[in-house]
């Protein structure tokens, strides 16, 4: 009996050690809101909070890893000193996406607009069937469907006639067809590798959720796509449809785009790529390349897209299908709503992650209560990402409006600093409001109170997800 006792008591004072503990190192470096999830956990089950915390509490890579990066700096510095045409700096807004993602605004692109999804596959493919001298390409989710088949099949001919084709595939968003689609691409001779391996380990310093969810596809370092469309079919999900949003863009921010997938080959291969000229003026569009994720020590896309809405003056528009704002952000929309900017949230009424909806929804009515408009788009899974602000700005890229893309995901995003591409940006954003449903305040007030109760507690573990 008293070594029952003992061992309880031990127990017990583990636990309150655990607890003790994780109030000092919990709040170190983060979000007041993730801090705040994750100190309830620990209040109530401290030893599961230990282990999570072990596997996924801080948003940083190895040693290793970090050297690795480090050691590309100097590739990304040289492409943006000569990126740098002087003058396009001046604006604080073009300054900041510098410092966030490393380069600098440049003139002279071309920008067209992909709505379409199977019409963005054959743009790809037909530009693969030109390229002269590499591929390089960079998803999230290459799947060995019909859609995958057709894109693996214009590497494979780029192969052929000696065309360097380099793919970077993530191990977790591909983890259902990886061991297909990997022998897919290595039987067409392509030199593909898997992201960030997942290796699931308590003791491990990494994380084995943070992920590269980039969507890039370079020609030659001439033509490139970026946005939100992965490499699988559209309807790869039963009974669901993605609608998305991809940018093909021709000039020098190509360079820039490249040297992004120069990087990430690196860090997986140690492997350089020399960097090829600077492509030459096929446009009038002012367009920057910024990455961002862990590796850049900052929430770079969180930043940015935070002092866009500040400096709002007549109207925001946010689409993402995940949406979940932390308080810097939901702060900025609320601000924009109270100085009369016009605030259009475009969401996904189609579900294909139920506790990220949940959280999501919890949101609505203190974003409705302070006079957002909140669209939810119907019929169609709505997986294009992108923003637009007083039709002069906009960004086309990779990024949801949430923590996992603000802390935990390698993302990529396109500003356009051009007011006819801006413009047309405006013009397919309306269109995803003609085809949404426009919720009021009123109406989802009378939601039933187990709605409530999911999107609160749901609410609790959002800065984790």
């Not at 796509?225 to 991809?246: A, H, M, T, W, Y």
């Not at 356009?416 to 013009?427: K, R």
Request: hydrophobic fraction near 50%; charged fraction near 20%.
């Amino acid at each position: 009996m008293n070594s029952a006792s003992e061992l309880a008591l031990a127990y017990l004072l583990f636990e309150w050690t655990i607890r003790l503990v994780m109030v000092v190192v919990i709040p170190l470096r983060r979000p007041p809101e993730a801090a705040r999830s994750w100190l309830l956990l620990v209040l109530f089950l401290p030893v599961p909070a230990l282990i999570l915390y072990r596997m996924i509490g801080r948003a940083g890579f190895p040693a290793w890893r970090r050297e690795r990066f480090e050691r590309t700096a100097t590739q990304r510095e040289a492409i943006a000193t000569a990126l740098d045409s002087g003058g396009q700096d001046t604006f604080p807004l073009l300054r900041l996406a510098r410092h966030l993602g490393g380069f600098p605004a440049c003139d002279g692109n071309a920008v067209t607009l992909f709505t379409d999804y199977d019409a963005t596959i054959d743009a790809m493919v037909v530009a693969i069937d030109e390229a002269e001298t590499r591929v390089h390409l960079l998803t999230y989710i290459f799947a060995d469907d019909r859609t995958g088949t057709k894109v693996a099949q214009a590497l494979g001919r780029a192969k052929a006639r000696s065309v360097d084709v380099r793919v970077l595939v993530d191990a977790l968003g591909s983890r259902p067809w990886a061991k297909r689609s990997m022998a897919l691409l290595a039987g067409l001779g392509i030199d593909a590798r898997l992201v960030l391996p997942v290796r699931f380990a308590v003791l491990r310093r990494a994380r084995s959720d943070l992920r590269n969810h980039r969507k890039l596809c370079l020609i030659d370092g001439q033509v490139g796509f970026v946005g939100s469309q992965n490499i699988v079919d559209r309807d790869f999900k039963p009974g669901i449809v993605n609608d998305e949003l991809v940018a093909r863009v021709e000039g020098p921010v190509v360079a820039a785009l490249d040297t992004v997938f120069a990087s990430d080959w690196y860090m997986e291969t140690e492997r350089a790529i020399a960097p090829l000229a600077i492509p030459g003026v096929a446009g009038s569009a002012i367009l920057q390349a910024m990455p961002s994720g862990p590796d850049f020590g900052v929430p770079g896309f969180e930043r940015l897209l935070v002092e866009l809405v500040h400096g709002a003056a007549q109207r925001v528009a946010i689409v993402s299908p995940y949406l979940i704002p932390d308080e810097a952000l939901l702060t900025a929309i609320k601000n924009a709503t109270a100085r009369g900017v016009t605030v259009d949230l475009i969401v996904s009424q189609v579900v294909d992650q139920r506790l990220v909806s949940f959280a999501q929804r919890s949101y609505y009515q203190e974003l409705l209560e302070a006079g957002v408009r909140l669209h939810r788009y119907r019929d169609h899974l709505l997986h294009a990402k992108n923003v637009s602000i007083d039709g002069a700005i906009g960004i086309i890229g990779s990024s949801n409006a949430d923590v996992r893309s603000f802390m935990l995901n390698a993302e990529i995003s396109l500003i356009l600093h051009d007011p006819d591409a801006s413009a047309e940006l405006a013009a397919i954003q309306q269109v995803y409001i003609d085809r949404s449903e426009l919720l009021t305040l009123d109406g989802w007030k009378r939601r039933s109170i187990g709605a409530r109760l999911l999107e609160n507690l749901a609410r609790l573990v959002s800065p984790l997800l």
